[in-house]
């Protein structure tokens, strides 16, 4: 059974910087796809990140591009989302999500597992 256990959200200044870190567990993750997903209030979730385990290939939404980089350590089988330059806009409950497929996938229906999420704010 795969669990997936978010940390690191809180509340922040527009311009200040967090780390979420995700700490995964129940599987060898070596053939995952790891990525963050976020969901504010009234809105869909939507995709924010995505790094395939094995070779570190990476994906970004447009909107984060620049500011926020996801990233893994394998002797510790966490995967993280540094995010710097936060604005108000990214307020937003933030999830890490596992996909047992090997292709680098943005679709929330192509993740098989879900954290429980973690909050973080952005003040203006």
Known sequence: ????????????????SLRLSCAASGRTFSSFVLGWFRQAPGK?????????????????ADSVKGRFTISRDNAKNTLYLQM?????????????????GSRVVVSRQDYDYWGQGTQVTVSS
């Open 84 to 100: 710097n330059n936060l604005k108000p806009e990214d307020t937003a409950v933030y999830y890490c999500a596992a996909s047992a």
């Open 1 to 16: 059974q795969v669990q997936l256990v978010e940390s690191g959200g809180g509340l922040v200044q527009a311009g200040g």
């Open 44 to 60: 869909e979730r939507e995709f924010v990140a995505v790094i395939r385990w094995s070779d570190y290939s990476t994906n970004y």
